[in-house]
């Protein structure tokens, strides 16, 4: 059984330990997990002829949601 509190480590204390103990797979998938919880989607590519619309929609959007606190 693994004690270690992966959840309670911010994401830099979570892959300094990974990092630190690779033989861990625990620490490897809650570190997988947690980069997905990070990752942003694509928005857009560069040749979408609605290439700045989604842009400045998703930029309005990111702001709307810093302002109400819900920054992710």
Do not use: C, W
């Not at 911010?10 to 990974?18: A, D, K, T, V």
């Amino acid at each position: 059984m693994n004690s270690v509190g992966y959840a309670a480590m911010s994401y830099q204390e979570l892959r300094r330990y990974f990092l630190a103990h690779r033989d861990d797979n625990a620490a490897f998938q809650a570190y997988l997990a947690r980069r997905r919880e990070r990752s942003r989607p694509v928005i857009t590519t560069v040749h979408d002829p609605e290439f700045d619309h989604k842009i400045q929609t998703s930029i309005r959007q990111q702001m709307a949601e810093n302002r109400n606190g819900n920054a992710g």
